[in-house]
């Protein structure tokens, strides 16, 4: 019995020590893999860092390339617009064709003009040509209108829709094109409103880093109104825009292209005098500008028609 239990008690500690070193070669052997594995795991981590950052790069160059061909717009038959469809403008037309090309050539996302002047001096038919002959047409949004001009609470309404189709539009078309804003038929009192769209529309080309031309268009405003200096405490990146008062020689010229786009005869004479003659001095040029020229021409050729019916 003694001798069986002596044997049972080897055979215990034999086994114990097996386990032991069973343990022991395990440890080893996870700690030697382990060891291997980190090794291994941080040399393909690198690895795949080294690919990640010289993917990054060439997305990032190839990205700026497409955005610099992409941001090079021809403006030059907008500015041929401006030069056929506006008279007496010159100057306001060759600062804002300045004002075009400056923001994407100084890489500011964000700009914007004001344009101010008297009545009938060509302000809304500029920003309506601009919107024509942008270069991203379908990058181009209309605040509102005249429906809304006289209340800035739809307004701005109306604003918040164009804010969700412009980021929209940047989603489903990309960062590198341009985008316009026009904001038409405003007044005096409507600069709190300019100001607050002018922060949400700059908060937005700034996170999203996009080109931004926005147009504020005011009526029968002179530029004594508004002092630079005041607009650029209010919106910094303002640039202010004056339109001339026009001259008698610009309304006939108004005439003469009105009549053009009409279909009428500017030669034809009724009473001795030419119409162009006769509607140019019906209109106070320094007050109107051309604003009642389709008016006024609608008038004399009706009376011409009557004069040529009643002589057959």
Known sequence: MRKLNVAGIDQQNRTGCTWTLAKLLLYVLGG??????????????????????????????????????????????????????????????????????????????????????????????????????????ENVFIVGGKEHASNARKRYDAFKVTLFNLRQGTFIRGRCTHHLVVMDHLTVGDMQLVARVSDRLRAVSDKHKIFLHVLFVFRGISGHTFHPDAVKKVIPEARLIEFSSLTTADVSDCVRREASTLGIDAGARLNGASIVELVTEQIDAARVGCKPVRAKLSMYTTLQFDAVHNQT
């Open 32 to 137: 030697a893999s382990a060891y291997f594995f980190a090794q291994n795991f941080t040399e393909l981590r690198q690895e795949l860092s080294r690919h990640y950052q010289k993917a990054f790069e060439r997305l990032s160059h190839e990205t700026r390339t497409l955005c610099s061909t992409a941001s090079r717009a021809n403006y030059t038959p907008l500015v041929h617009a401006l030069a056929t469809n506006i008279v007496g403008q010159q100057r306001a037309h060759a600062e804002l064709e300045q004002w075009l090309l400056e923001a994407p050539r100084n890489h500011h996302h964000f700009s914007c003009a004001l344009l101010v002047g008297g009545t009938g001096v060509g302000k809304s038919l500029t920003a309506a040509t601009i919107t024509k002959h942008y270069p991203w047409p």
